[in-house]
């Protein structure tokens, strides 16, 4: 798998309007440059964008390395999605985003997040039923705590972990990355650019479509937005004089803090792949990857509404 994920997820909804040829397009020419380890889940949209995928690798799926994820369960209100990481349900779940994705099997299938009142060795028994079957190549887990993450290794291999890490989110360095790493688990940094904060092309909340997800998250909202501006600011500050960009310096940063950290920036058009591409090729200095951890400190807010299913 590559060493940049491409996070599909806001070609189908969370972020503003749809556009599937463009959304196809971004796709089909990351694989071309290399870029083939894919993220979605049967949630987005819901569903849509597992068909999306599918849609879009067809006739190349030999070239992808495709994640899904299970365990979020949505119904007709879109706002309304309760857990679910029963042992039946991973089975239903699984074979259900086999049929979107228009393929027998996946290449990395995640539990999305965990319903504590389900022991997670009852869940992981099943998805590893699903390995031994061909189904599911690969096991990973979301947003769970170095304790969840010790009982599933212990149940069966996992092979990541996939959690929010960025310069705005880096409290799983305390206890989750080190036992993830204890464990030869990957981890794989969704949201690293902090939601488009730290790309420095936002500055108010204005600029968002209204059905923008954003719009309702602390750290976008009133003081916290404008302390948020001012950290991002600094990156700016830094990549100018590193020579690149600031989603370029921030994805570099992630890299070189292992071979077993996969950033995983969310793409919706064309225009941001090569950027990001090239940050594979930044190698940042020590002494500016010191200056970079001093620097690099928690947003202002917190990084969700409803913070109740992150594990941490």
Known sequence: MSALGLGCMGMSEFYGPSDERESTATIRQALDTGMNFLDTADMYGPHTNEELVGRAVAGRRDEVFLA??????????????????????????????LRRLGTDHVDLLY?????????????????????????????????????????????????????????FTRGLEREILPAARELGVALVAYAPLGRGLLTGTLNTIEELAEEDIRRNQPRFLGDNLTANLGRAARVRTLASAAGCTPSQ???????????????????????????????TRITLPDSLLRTLNDTFTEAAGARAPDTSRLER
């Not at 319903?115 to 599911?136: C, F, N, R, S, Y």
């Open 111 to 167: 539990l999305h997040r965990r319903d504590p009142d389900v022991p997670i060795e009852e869940t992981v028994g099943a998805m590893h039923d699903l390995v031994t079957e061909g189904k599911v190549l690969h096991l990973g887990l979301s947003e769970v705590s170095a304790a969840t993450l010790r009982r599933a290794c212990a149940q069966a291999p996992i092979r990541a972990l996939q959690s929010e890490y960025s310069p």
């Open 68 to 97: 899904t994820k299970f365990g979020v369960v949505r119904g007709p209100d879109p706002k309304a999605r309760r857990v679910d990481s029963s042992a039946g349900y991973a089975r239903r779940a699984c074979e259900a985003s």
């Open 249 to 279: 310096l921030v994805l570099a940063w992630l890299l070189a803090q292992g071979a077993d950290v996969f950033p995983l920036p969310g793409i919706r058009r064309r225009t941001h792949l090569g950027e990001n591409a090239a940050a």
